[in-house]
Structure formats: C-alpha cells, structure tokens
C-alpha cells in the first residue's frame, strides 16, 4: 500500500499548486475588477471560493496523506465534489473567455489597449488562458484522487487477503471482478 500513498501524496501537492495558482491569478482579477470595474465578477468570486476552500482541503489532506487512509468516506465524497466544483468552475471561466474576452487569434490584440498611461487588459488573454488550464488540471487532480481513493478501498482489501493466505502475485485488475 505504500505506493498508494505516495500517489496519494503527489495528488494532493499538485491539487494544492494548481489552487494556489488559480487563487492568486483570480485575486489578481478580483483587485482589477475593484479598481477599474471589468471583467466578470461573479465568475470570479466563484472561482475564487472554489480555489480558497480546495487550497485548505489539499494542504489539510497533504500534511495528513502520509499518516491517515485514503480510502475514507469523507475523502470520497470531497474529491467528487471539489471535482465537479473546479469542472464548473472551468466551465464558468471558460464562457467568459469564448464570449466575452474574445482572445483567440488576432482579435486578442484588440484587448491591449494603453489609454493614458494605464495598461487595460495587458496580458489578460494569457492569464485567463492560465486560470482556465490550471482549472481543468485541479478537476482533473481531485478526479483522480477520488478515482484512487475508490481503486484503494474496493482493491486495497483483497489485496491485504490475499498477502495473508497465499504469496502468490495476481494480475493488477484482478480486484475488479464483479
């Protein structure tokens, strides 16, 4: 089971890099926002939310990967939700961008105005573009734990039987037997 954890372990830091990320980028919007009056606000309040509550959970479970189990009930449960919270989130982000912000090709260009000395929307199509990806990474992060965590309880305990009665080594999709 040690190479569960380790997995474990490196799920949770990347969920944890990739909120931080996502945070710090949003809270830069959020301060834009507050000073000139642009861009989408509930949008980035909700990624905001969902990124500061992913940052707690993550560095929680990181510190505690090495010691607890990953294979609880209440870790199930918030890996599937912070899940589908970072797809909406993700999706969310991403309307805004295909809608809205219009940066795909040469029309990111016409965002880049440099009107009496304040820079508006300089290197914004990026940004956005950075929030989005590291969106999609942390959803697909906390899936693959939630996945992990399903894989380690449903085949972490035959795997234990087994060690106990025999020696011999078994396929690794054996444990998924209906």
Excluded at 61 to 86: H, K, P, Q, R
Aim: charged residues 10%; glycine residues 6%.
């Amino acid at each position: 089971m040690p190479l569960f954890h380790v997995i474990a372990f490196i799920l949770r830091f990347a969920q944890l890099v990739s909120s931080t990320i996502v945070l710090g980028i949003a809270a830069h919007f959020l301060n834009q926002h507050d000073r000139y009056s642009t861009g989408p606000l509930a949008r980035l309040v909700y990624t905001t939310t969902v990124s500061s509550i992913s940052v707690v959970l993550s560095f929680v479970w990181v510190i505690f990967s090495t010691t607890s189990s990953t294979s609880s009930i209440v870790t199930f449960i918030t890996d599937l939700l912070a899940s589908a919270a970072w797809f909406a989130a993700f999706g969310v982000l991403q309307t805004w961008y295909d809608a809205t912000l219009l940066c795909s090709g040469a029309a990111g260009e016409l965002w880049d105005w440099n009107v009496g000395g304040v820079v508006w929307w300089r290197g914004m199509c990026e940004q956005w573009s950075a929030v989005q990806a590291f969106s999609f990474l942390a959803a697909m992060f906390w899936g693959a734990s939630f996945v992990l965590g399903i894989f380690v309880s449903c085949c972490g305990e035959q795997a234990a039987e087994a060690t106990e009665g025999e020696e011999r080594l078994q396929p690794w999709f054996s444990c998924l037997r209906v």
